[in-house]
């Protein structure tokens, strides 16, 4: 009878040799963990937008819980200095659009309504669109990527004959939805300004589509109280402004939305949107660990058992 080489409780014929067992027993081939790497890269790629926005919008609703918790720590007294400076700064606008200021004018700008050095001067709120963003001094690029920005030189938000406040944001960032969706608004949708312990309201009475020179329309007029939001447009291609100008209407009940619900986000969408690539970065890892141990581990413990 001849010889036999044995593993565990199965015999193995001589000609099959230790390499070609390892071959039988080799784990998944190179070719299959590219396919996995790229389809994760795929499902990030996909779900990026999605997650990078809801981390923006947790954020935005963190900046703004902060400043609510800012103002209601102030004394009655308090808010009424502030918002008296920023009417007064107001009246000293002359009617038109100059937003060229001096850096002596900017500086004064800075420090209006500005609660505790954030840069934070309110949070505008438009329920059409699902907007709740903070509103910052200044439109740099830095606040612009993740909320919106007041324009120097227009008005303060804070309401008023002979006003016109100027809020500028962002569309088509691939990390934050901001003011993607504002070319959705029409004429009579309403959107409201929180500045300190006050809700404006203010109705759309006129979208315009015009060059970035173009701006008569962001002037100042005697007994109006205007807000306009801009955003550039066409998506993706950007050269023209969108203009959605809107006239203080009196609040509407029920208007104003509770600041800590405005834009969270369900935990149904949230716990896939993170977890599943999670997850398939788990199994590449554990796919990779296999192709690379797998062999030799299974090799050693044939060779052990030979040796018995």
């Not at 923006?56 to 004394?75: C, F, K, P, R, W």
């Not at 599943?276 to 796919?287: K, R, V």
Request: proline share 5%.
């Amino acid at each position: 009878m001849p010889p036999q080489y044995y593993t565990v409780g199965k015999p193995m014929k001589k000609e099959e040799s230790l390499e070609e067992k390892g071959k039988q027993k080799r784990g998944p081939s190179i070719s299959t963990i590219i396919l996995v790497l790229i389809l994760l890269a795929g499902i990030g790629i996909f779900l990026y937008p999605s997650v990078s926005d809801w981390w923006n919008s947790m954020h935005a609703t963190q900046a703004i819980s902060g400043y609510v918790t800012a103002v209601e720590d102030l004394s009655v007294q308090e808010r009424e200095d502030m918002l008296n400076a920023a009417r007064a700064y107001n009246e000293t606008l002359e009617n038109g659009v100059d937003f060229d200021l001096t850096e002596e004018e900017y500086a004064a700008y800075e420090n209006l309504l500005n609660i505790g050095g954030t840069g934070i001067m309110g949070y505008v709120q438009i329920s059409a669109i699902g907007v709740n963003l903070p509103v910052y001094h200044s439109v740099d690029e830095g606040v612009l990527q993740i909320a919106v920005g007041h324009i120097p030189g227009s008005s303060l938000p804070v309401g008023g004959e002979r006003t016109h406040a100027v809020l500028s944001g962002h569309r088509g960032l691939p990390s934050a939805k901001l003011f993607s969706d504002l070319d959705q608004m029409v004429e009579g949708d309403t959107f409201t300004l929180n500045v300190m312990d006050q809700t404006i309201t203010y109705m759309v009475d006129q979208i315009r589509i015009v060059l970035p020179e173009e701006t008569d329309d962001l002037a100042i007029q005697a007994g109006r109280d205007y807000c306009t939001l801009v955003t550039c447009t066409p998506y993706g291609v950007n050269t023209h402004r969108m203009l959605v100008r809107g006239r203080r209407i009196e609040n509407i009940a029920g208007e104003v939305v509770v600041v800590a619900e405005a834009i969270r986000i369900p935990n149904y969408i949230v716990i896939p949107a993170v977890g599943i690539p999670l997850l398939f970065l788990s199994l590449a890892g554990m796919l990779l660990y296999y192709r690379i141990k797998g062999p030799e581990t299974k090799k050693s413990e044939m060779l052990k058992k030979l040796r018995k």
